[in-house]
């Protein structure tokens, strides 16, 4: 089982460009989640899907959109990259929202 | 609004030694709490969990912690360190009814021979 994973590994983007983050778990988990995690910082929850079809805002959405079209992907957005938004993307799911998450294994994002 | 506080930024044990990592949480209710470990350039894993019942909890690696309710803490402990722990240390506390997580802001653990 691969659980989840998550591509690209990493990417150099230019600011302004567009970029998807890709997120595929095959547990048939409800719920997904998108983190970044920034030194010092910790992990801070940008957003959630509870199930397929549903989506909600997390701590720091802005500049970020998701898309829950089925249950296995849960792809992460910037539409038009800052260098704000270098950090590294953790994907997660549960199978309930209180459950244990279970985590990608992380997309190092560099916007220059 | 839920809260996670790690108050120790970084700690060196020796190899051997015990370990004691402090989570302080902020809940109003009865939590859910977790402690997740990252090694350098990986995902996190889930060391243990406690959702209700006994309030010391076994894990993996060795790992335990225990939940007191009077102190809103949820420690880490292991008896004895080797050097393959070193790592990033995450609590995590998630609402009963919610469907967030918030982490802490992580403990950095170096372990010298």
């Known amino acids: 089982t691969a659980g989840i994973t998550q591509a690209p590994t990493s990417q150099i983007l230019a600011a302004g460009r567009s970029m998807t983050l890709r997120c595929t778990q095959d547990?048939?988990?409800?719920?997904m989640y998108w983190y970044r995690q920034d030194l010092g910082l910790g992990l801070r929850l940008i957003h959630y899907s509870n199930t397929a079809g549903t989506t909600g805002k997390g701590e720091v959405p802005d500049g970020y959109s998701v898309s829950r079209a089925n249950t296995d992907d849960f792809p992460l957005t910037l539409a038009s990259a800052v260098p704000s938004q270098t950090s590294v993307y953790f994907c997660?799911?549960?199978?309930?929202?209180?459950?244990?998450?279970?985590f990608g294994p992380g997309t190092r994002l560099t916007v220059l | 609004a839920q809260s996670v506080t790690q108050p120790d930024i970084h700690i060196t044990v020796s190899e051997g030694a015990s370990l004691e990592l402090r989570c302080n949480y902020s809940?109003?209710?009865?939590?859910?709490l977790f402690w997740y470990v990252q090694s350098p350039g990986q995902g996190l894993q889930l060391l243990l969990k406690y959702f209700s019942g006994d309030t010391l909890v076994q894990g993996i690696k060795g790992f335990e912690a225990e939940f007191k309710r009077s102190q809103s803490s949820f420690n880490l402990r292991k008896p004895s360190v080797h050097w393959s722990d070193a790592a990033e240390y995450f609590c995590a506390v998630a609402a009963y009814t919610g469907n967030q997580f918030y982490f802490g802001t992580g403990t950095s653990l170096t372990v010298i021979p």
């Open positions: 997660a799911s549960s199978d309930r929202g209180q459950n244990e998450q279970f």
């Open positions: 547990m048939r988990h409800n719920a």
């Open positions: 809940y109003g209710a009865t939590p859910y």
